[in-house]
């Protein structure tokens, strides 16, 4: 019997495999990731299926930028169509979605 899975659940798994390469994919080339690539690197959290299976919210954190004042750093909330995969900004800034 052959397990079919639903394209909004692959599109999820896809983006976080794509997600957990990316320090891999910084340092391939023997190049050594420095202090400021790290203040650059997106961390996504709190995937959410919407009700309807159209689309999936995710939270991305920013870290602040070097010289900025001190403080956690920023979420900002997107969404992702599960039929084109197109990526959508909804709230974006410097604010804290949660």
Known sequence: MQTI???KFRLTGV???LLSLLPAALT???EIL???DATKIKR???ARINPDGGSIAYTVYFQREPGDEPGSG???LYLVS????????FITGRVNVS
């Open 34 to 36: 420095s202090a400021e």
């Open 74 to 76: 920023y979420r900002e």
């Open 5 to 7: 899975i639903p394209l």
């Open 15 to 17: 983006f976080f495999l």
């Open 44 to 46: 996504s959290y709190n």
């Open 82 to 89: 599960t039929e084109t995969g197109k990526v959508r900004p």
């Open 28 to 30: 391939a080339g023997g």
